[in-house]
């Protein structure tokens, strides 16, 4: 019992220490360089609190539930053999957890307003919001196809770094095609589609499939969904922005 | 009280409306084409839940006590009171004006990278399938000033108004001259790197950084210069977990050099 208390303060105490630099850092800006006092310290002290239990519920629910079942389902599919399963799992997970993401259903209807206010829509409502799940959709699409990407060059024991050159020459060449206003927004979005609970979960993935096929190193070959998942989005987003 | 309860509540259930399109695909594919029981199931529903009021917990709090203090706070350091003293107005801008903005923007930058929950993931993932030779807290801090350069430079091009797509290009430059230098073994984790920085703790704050800036610099306008940052922040980890594993690389030579000498 008391073995298992300590255990939860020893854990508590490490996400209080992540959180740490972020509360020195805005509490320096605040009294030594805008000089103005901490306003509503016991709703501070709430919020820490409520972030720091979080932060630990989250890594717990990580090694229990997220990468065991990412893991499990990479296996599952090695043993199975299909590769067309595997690539419809990769798509769906790429798409899916893409299209309800809230980092990207903002970006989308900023990029709408821009696009309004550049005249490439009309500026009404129903112009808009069709423009931003267009976009929705685009960045969804190209979600799925790097997963599908990444899942493939795993099977095949591609190098990583050809198909990212590639990538980035891509995104190259469609920057001097591309309407400006697109361009600051198709380069965010590359950072936003990958939310807290995709991450771990393609990792997991990855990795699985990497140590379940013979020839891969889960180091090597594991790695690298994420980088795809977070390139394709730039290319697609500015390719939406030359056809619209 | 009963109001931040009441908040948890809703926050609970916009997560789990996110989260529910990855369930419905996981557990759709382990029962319709997989076919197979999942290995302990009990446990893995368990983790799912504690994934889910984790998450819950975490937005609530950082909305409770990080967001509007540290929103106010980029908003205050980029207002023109601030920064020219009260009631003046600059002709030009001078990018040295905007010395505590940079800072600020170093210092954000690096402190919600090493509180991000998906970088954390990535770590565990990685010290495990490494087994042990990168570090947890190595990589984060790697990450971590990473971005930290990265939103320093944005900040920067923002106030000069440098085109967003020449830094961009000069970063991939790198990124493929280094790819041929650095460490076979840390290559695909270093691209990953890019793409988890970004998310939960540091996108809100960069954002209302990156428009309070753009709204306040006479001639820039915030739905044109705003953006940016993200792309900043995803680029120049790659470039420093690779400088991180180079640099490691090197000091190991060294080291059995001497030995061999010695």
Redesign the interface.
Known sequence: MKQHVNQIFRSLWNSAR??L??????A???IF??QKP??NMG???????????????????????????GE??AY??AR?GSVF?LM??AF??GF??T?????LIAVAD?AA??AA?GGVIENTEPARSSYASGLRLTVAFSVGLAIVVGVLRILKGWP??YL??AG?AG??VM?FFAPK?I???A??S????????????V??LG?GLASSIKGRN??????????F??LTPIIFVMGYGMLI | MSE?LLH?FYVTLDTI??????V???FG??FL??R?P???LR????????????????????????FP??EL?AQ??TEPD?IYGIGKVADVVQWQDYK?VYL?AI??G???T??E??L???A???NE??AGVIGINGLRIAVAIGVAVGIGLGTLRIVTGTP??YY??AG?II??IQ?FYAP??I???A??S????????T?PLVTALGLGLATTIPGRSA?????????F??LCPIISVMAYAQLSEWRNRNKNKEQLEG
Request: charged share 10%.
């Open positions: 992540d959180l630099p972020v509360i020195l850092v805005i320096f800006f605040q360089v805008l901490i306003p709703q501070l002290f709430v919020g820490t609190l409520l972030v720091v239990i979080g932060l630990n519920l989250f890594i717990k629910g990580l090694e229990t539930g997220l990468f065991p079942i499990n389902m599952a599919f199975k399963w419809a799992f769906s997970l899916g957890t299209i309800a993401e809230p980092a900023k307003e821009v206010i990583i770094h990212i050159i980035y995104v190259v920057t206003e361009i600051g927004i380069y965010d590359g950072g936003v589609t990958t939310s807290t609970i995709t991450v771990p979960l990792t997991a990795v889960p180091m090597l070959d594991g790695f690298g969904l994420i980088a998942a977070s | 931040l948890l409306t996110d989260v529910f399109p990855i419905a695909i996981i594919f382990q084409v997989i197979k999942v290995p302990n446990k893995v529903i368990i983790g799912f839940i504690y994934v889910l009021v984790g998450l819950a917990f975490f937005l609530v709090g950082l909305e409770e006590a990080l203090l540290g706070m205050q350091l601030f505590w600020f210092a954000i690096f402190s919600t090493i509180a929950p998906s954390l993931a990535v565990i993932k990685a399938v490494s967003l797509e961009i290009i991939y990124v493929i790819t076979k073994m290559i695909a984790l691209y990953d890019g793409g988890v920085t970004t998310s939960t703790v996108v739905v044109l210069d705003g953006f940016g940052l993200i792309a922040a995803s």
